[in-house]
């Protein structure tokens, strides 16, 4: 990150020097590297309240980073707190038993996602994958997923492929050969993926009709949200739930971004898409690690006849649980997605017409509280598009910008803003506000 105020982060770039001898890369996961962005070192959070989050020089943000995510409900909020508190002050943590509370979890996400018939609790997003692709091969006894490039379904070995691949050494638009995200996972996997571009309804229709017998699942996100924000053209949804079905393929929807966060039913709920399985993670727990996989009650019966084992000592713990439970009492309060829309729609139509106005080649995309600026002057429809098109270096300018004038989102042109139900319409006005100057100080330089 090059500060164009440097004196505002030198508590940031101090602790940055004493943490990257003890932490590999200073940093617990990747997207906080400096290789991720945030170069030449990443800003150390203090705390965070509702939409703003202070950093350890006391600088104060309106937070579009959210956590990557999770903070769906803002930083800290207070029914997710009471309960999480009164849970480990009163019952304990881990037991290694059942608790009531669980299956109560369990009523509430069934209940706001049909498709989801029966539901397993975990920690992560990367284990409700590892666990729902695992599945997805004893149900169909096949052997390869169809995944797409640009998309990002967490670190397991299996998956862990064709994110941002260099795309020159990637195979061609139509037929991408699956590329390891980086060296150390085992050789042979590649031969279990078939890797196509999203929104192509062609190389999906071609790959189920050349390999369908030997496809266990295709597993897409519904909103791509991995690759800066791209939305399905229409009807894509409805042929890969077709073309799915029609070669027994199980269709996984990973709704690690999307569920609980576009609506309360996912973003398959809007769009009206009923997967074979799913998997949430990041809108469910109002911040706390908390992930679920579920769906079709016949598919869910290998677990439940210990054919196909699902295990994990803080499965369903008792801080996920009371999180979970009080986060989705408070997403279902009557009239809390149409404040969400109403707060998120104002600042991503706001920013569009903004970049229309100033004649800034960039276009919004998104829907509802998820949504990134692309700096392209076409529209971006895959990985491939975004690889050719997108503009990293306006992007660069336009992120410290807005760094700069008090607000965070990722500096990576591949993740998004997010925007929490504890964000106002004035921390919308701020930050178009902040915008505005931001793009107009670009078009200058
Ligand atoms: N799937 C998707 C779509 C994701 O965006 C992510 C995380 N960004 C994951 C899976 C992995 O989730 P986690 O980081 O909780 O392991």
């Known amino acids: 990150m090059h500060y164009q105020q440097p004196d505002r982060s030198r508590r940031s770039a101090a602790l940055f020097e004493t943490a990257r001898k003890v932490i590999p890369g200073g940093v617990n996961s990747t997207a906080r590297a400096t290789w991720a962005g945030w170069d030449p070192y990443p800003i150390f959070a203090q705390s965070g309240t509702g939409s703003r989050l202070t950093d350890v020089d006391g600088n104060e943000y309106i937070d579009y980073l959210l956590g990557l995510g999770p903070m769906l409900l803002g930083h800290r909020p207070p029914a997710v707190t009471r309960a999480v508190v009164a849970f480990i002050e009163q019952r304990g943590t881990v037991f290694a038993l059942p608790t009531a509370d669980e299956t109560t979890l369990a009523e509430k996400i069934i209940a706001a996602v049909p498709s989801v018939q029966r539901v397993r609790l975990c920690n992560t997003g990367t284990e409700a994958v590892l666990y729902t692709v695992r599945l997805a091969r004893a149900f169909t006894g096949r052997r390869k997923i169809i995944r797409f490039e640009g998309m990002y379904h967490g670190f397991s070995d299996s998956v862990y492929w064709s994110k941002h691949p260099d795309i020159a050494k990637a195979g061609s638009d139509h037929a991408p050969r699956p590329v390891p995200q980086g060296p150390g996972l085992p050789a042979g996997i590649d031969e279990t993926l078939i890797i196509l571009p999203w929104n192509d309804v062609t190389a999906l229709r071609d790959a189920l009709e050349r390999e369908g017998d030997d496809i266990a699942a295709v597993l897409s996100e519904p909103i791509m949200c991995n690759t800066g924000c791209i939305l399905p053209e229409p009807g894509y949804l409805e042929a890969m739930r077709a073309l799915t079905r029609k070669h027994g393929v199980l269709l996984i929807l990973d709704e690690?971004?999307?569920?609980?966060?576009?609506?309360?039913?996912?973003?398959?709920?809007?769009?009206?898409?009923?997967?074979?399985?799913?998997?949430?993670?990041?809108?469910?727990?109002?911040?706390?690690?908390?992930?679920?996989m579920g769906g079709r009650a016949d598919i869910m019966a290998l677990v439940e006849q210990g054919r196909v084992s699902i295990a994990g000592t803080y499965n369903a713990n008792g801080i996920a649980i009371s999180a979970a439970n009080a986060a989705l009492d408070e997403l279902a309060r009557p009239g809390m997605y149409e404040r969400l829309y109403a707060v998120s729609?104002?600042?991503?139509?706001?920013?569009?017409?903004?970049?229309?106005?100033?004649?800034?080649?960039?276009?919004?995309?998104?829907?509802?509280?998820?949504?990134?600026?692309?700096?392209?002057?076409?529209?971006?429809?895959?990985?491939?598009?975004?690889?050719?098109?997108?503009?990293?270096?306006?992007?660069?300018?336009?992120?410290?910008?807005?760094?700069?004038?008090?607000?965070?989102?990722?500096?990576?042109?591949?993740?998004?803003?997010?925007?929490s139900f504890a964000h106002t319409e004035a921390d919308v006005d701020q930050t178009l506000a902040a915008a505005r100057a931001t793009l107009t100080e670009m078009l200058v330089s």
Not at 350 to 371: K, T
């Open 256 to 292: 690690v971004i999307t569920g609980f966060r576009i609506a309360l039913g996912g973003a398959q709920g809007h769009y009206g898409i009923t997967p074979d399985l799913s998997i949430f993670a990041k809108g469910l727990g109002g911040g706390f690690p908390v992930a679920a």
């Open 345 to 419: 729609d104002r600042l991503r139509e706001g920013l569009e017409r903004m970049v229309q106005d100033l004649r800034v080649p960039a276009h919004v995309v998104g829907l509802g509280p998820v949504f990134q600026i692309w700096f392209a002057d076409r529209p971006i429809r895959n990985y491939r598009d975004a690889a050719r098109h997108a503009d990293h270096a306006a992007f660069r300018l336009w992120w410290e910008g807005m760094l700069n004038r008090g607000v965070l989102f990722h500096p990576g042109a591949y993740e998004n803003l997010f925007v």
